[in-house]
């Protein structure tokens, strides 16, 4: 068998995906029959091309410092792979005489290290395949969550929780577009910045649910005439009873991405377009909107230790699957007890492609909240030093003049 280890990163970067990067390295180094350790420029694309870095060569020192580095050090990809492209990949790497390959990723990189496996068995070429998970959408079949999503749910509760202070001064309607296109855990961990009875978000809307516009007006104008201000999380993937998003429905113009996917959140119109119904339909003027975009998958100084401790152990747990047990398959997180996780490896055609949603009973009946099952389920993910917010006591001079 080949003893060449090869590591790449594929789709939307993370806080903690050099972690996993690092783990499987670091742990591979421990095994005296790999002879080279390479990772790949830009993922699959840069395997096709040939594109290797040589990390046999690095310092321990030095990749300690990038695992504590947002982003994807060896860069990264949105090339979806077919059955040809994948076969390109199984030429090359038979080619650098690749043993062992761990592609970090979700569920398209999940399929594609499912195909490439199945090429080389039917070249009677030994090579063990192993899917390392990763995405902040936390929407990977199998796993309790996924590395990544703790820290983006971090950013997200933090950032809810300053936007809510804001909206408490100078009171009005706020929206904050978090990604999901699918899965609305992103959005529902704006719930987890809440700490007074008062406070925001007041309404929150998931893919998970059927999103009408004129139920969102009779809310945001309920929630005003109780708090006199309103603070509201989106999901990205919002749909209508036919499954059209949102997005898609209020637009004039559809914008797509690579893969053919209508563009959501990234362009900011959905933000923008339910601050103009509010405006237009309610006539509140202070109506204002923020598309979150990028900035939660790799903001810097927003990190969760758990979420970097897990994401460090499932890329040492791909080595060890692979290399110990000579095994392929997807490394998948279950949790045991509150609050400890173990690892296990799965089929790769388990989780290959497929998507999981939020559980019915993390969503309040009113389908504009969530439950107390889901904070229990997300609390320990955030970590430890989550700041907290406060107020003064309203204890209130008596007036004067204005009786």
């Not at 580095?69 to 076969?87: F, N, V």
């Not at 339909?281 to 970097?308: H, I, M, P």
């Not at 993390?362 to 989550?386: Q, W």
Request: hydrophobic share 40%.
């Amino acid at each position: 068998m080949a003893n060449k280890v090869l590591v790449a990163q594929g789709g939307g970067p993370t806080a903690v995906i050099n972690q996993s990067m690092v783990g499987a390295v670091t742990e591979s180094r421990k095994f005296l029959d790999v002879d080279l350790i390479y990772g790949a420029f830009h993922g699959v694309r840069g395997i096709v091309d040939e594109e290797f870095l040589d990390l046999t060569q690095e310092t321990t020192h030095n990749l300690e410092l990038v695992a504590q580095t947002p982003s994807s050090a060896l860069g990264s990809t949105r090339d979806k792979p077919d059955l040809k492209y994948c076969q390109e990949i199984f030429k090359v790497l038979k080619a650098h005489e690749i043993g062992y390959f761990f592609y970090i990723g979700g569920n398209d990189s999940s399929d594609t290290v499912r195909i490439v496996n199945e090429e080389a068995r039917k070249a009677n070429y030994e090579l063990r395949c192993i899917h390392i998970p990763k995405t902040i959408d936390n929407d990977l079949v199998e796993n309790d969550h996924t590395p990544g999503f703790p820290s983006a749910a971090r950013f997200v509760a933090q950032a809810f929780m300053g936007a809510n202070l804001d909206n408490w001064s100078l009171p009005g309607v706020y929206i904050g577009v978090v990604m999901g296109r699918h899965a609305g855990f992103l959005t529902a961990a704006s719930a987890l910045g809440k700490k007074f009875p008062d406070d925001g978000p007041h309404l929150i809307y998931l893919p998970e649910r059927v999103f009408d516009i004129d139920r969102f007006l009779v809310d945001v104008k309920a929630t005003m005439e109780r708090y006199g201000r309103c603070v509201i999380a989106v999901s990205e993937g919002i749909h209508d009873a036919e499954g059209t998003p949102i997005a898609v429905k209020l637009a004039k113009e559809v914008e797509k991405d690579a893969h053919g996917n209508v563009q959501l959140s990234g362009t900011g119109q959905l933000a923008d377009m339910l601050c103009d119904e509010i405006k237009n339909k309610l006539g509140y003027k202070r109506v204002r909107g923020d598309t979150f975009g990028y900035l939660q998958r790799s903001f810097v100084g927003c990190v969760s230790d758990v979420d970097q401790r897990e994401a460090r152990e499932v890329g040492e747990k791909a080595a060890q699957f692979a290399l110990w047990g000579g095994m392929d398959g997807s490394v998948v997180i279950d949790r045991t007890g509150f609050y400890s996780v173990d690892y296990r490896l799965v089929p790769l055609e388990v989780v290959a492609g497929k998507t999981k949603v939020m559980a019915d009973e993390f969503i309040s009946d009113s389908g504009t909240d969530v439950t107390d099952a889901f904070r229990m389920y997300l609390r320990p993910l955030l970590g430890s030093g989550m700041p907290d917010a406060y107020r003064l006591r309203q204890n209130l001079v008596p007036k004067v003049l204005n009786k």
